[in-house]
């Protein structure tokens, strides 16, 4: 209702369901990057769900580090007398990237605190970290396998 407020939309379900795209959303971890990349090819062969957009921000981050693969979809819901579709985005990252997200969040918003350049590139490093967890965890995962 906040969005559509903001943007002078009237409050009602069909205008929602029409400008809105994230009228939920759900966040899966995964453990390995494969795992991410498998599980959004699951959701794309899905054959009720449509993929409205997709932001790989894992092959290509965001200058701060930040890493996630971001699908937007229409699904189907099903009530007593209808079927609507109804437009969800998933966040789909690994157990590092959302430790790095949800901390740098937190550094970032939650405390209020100017943000200064040393900051930033100290941000930046421990994203660019994280993701050599994730590279190196998953090549020992194919070792033993």
Known sequence: MNKMQKRGLPL???TMQANI???AGVRVICSFEE??????KCL???????????KDYISH????????????????VFFAEKEIHVPVEIQLRTIAMDFWASLEHTIRYKKNLPINA??????KECADSSREWDSKME???????
């Open 61 to 76: 981050p965001k200058p701060n580090g930040y890493r996630s693969l971001h699908l937007t979809i229409r699904l189907p």
């Open 139 to 145: 090549h020992l995962l194919h070792i033993l396998t």
């Open 35 to 40: 795992d991410v990349f498998f599980l959004a």
């Open 118 to 123: 040393e900051i930033e590139t100290e941000l």
């Open 12 to 14: 009602d379900f069909p």
């Open 44 to 54: 794309k062969d899905q054959s009720d769900i449509e993929i409205i957009t997709e």
């Open 21 to 23: 795209m994230d009228v």
